[in-house]
């Protein structure tokens, strides 16, 4: 069974910077996709960042793209996000997840792990 536990969430003003971090348990997951996710009141959840398991291959939905970065650490079994320039639409849980495969998808239903979420507020 594998377990993620996303951490560093918190209230910042537009403009503000923020790291979150995501500690898988359970199995090696060095081998695995792993992405971020994010879900807004009255919104469905939507994907926000996704890495390989060498982290050599990122993507990002266009909403955050230069903005945010997407890193992991697979001796410390961790994968971050970096946000910078925040914005009051990105005001949202969020989500780490891990794919039992190599390949890398934008598709919330392809993950097979999910973390409890950590939220995020911007205020304006």
């Known amino acids: 069974q594998v377990q993620l536990v996303e951490s560093g969430g918190g209230l910042v003003q537009a403009g503000a910077s923020l790291r979150l971090s995501c500690a898988a348990s359970?199995?090696?997951?060095?081998?695995?996709?792993m992405a971020w996710f994010r879900q807004a009141p009255g919104k469905e959840r939507e994907f926000v960042a996704a890495t390989s398991w060498s982290g050599g291959y990122t993507h990002y939905a266009d909403s955050v793209q230069a903005r945010f970065s997407i890193s992991r650490d697979n001796a410390k079994n961790t994968v971050y996000l970096q946000m910078n320039s925040l914005k009051p639409e990105d005001t949202a849980v969020y989500y780490c997840?891990?794919?039992?495969?190599?390949?890398?998808?934008?598709?919330?239903?392809?993950?097979?792990?999910w973390g409890q979420g950590t939220q995020v507020t911007v205020s304006s």
């Open positions: 359970g199995r090696t997951f060095s081998s695995y996709a």
């Open positions: 997840a891990i794919r039992m495969s190599t390949i890398v998808t934008m598709t919330a239903s392809s993950y097979d792990y």
